[in-house]
């Protein structure tokens, strides 16, 4: 089951993670996203914030 960052304003697909392996380093932590991408996002300019664990769906497979 694929981790997927998404802008809260916009929808925007910040950053996906589909499977073990993908990359040596794992699952980025919101900090790490932030370096890569920096602190706005690139689909409406807003700036992103940590997630904040009420805002976190966990959605199963159809």
């Known amino acids: 089951m694929p981790v997927m ?5 916009c ?3 910040l950053f996906t993670f589909m499977f073990v392996g993908q990359d040596s380093f794992g699952v980025p932590t919101p900090d790490e996203l932030f370096s890569r991408i920096g602190n706005k996002c690139p689909g409406c300019g807003k700036l992103l914030s940590k ?3 009420s805002r976190v769906k966990v959605i199963g497979r159809a």
């Open 5 to 9: 960052f998404r802008c809260g304003s």
């Open 51 to 53: 997630p904040k664990l």
């Open 11 to 13: 929808g925007k697909t």
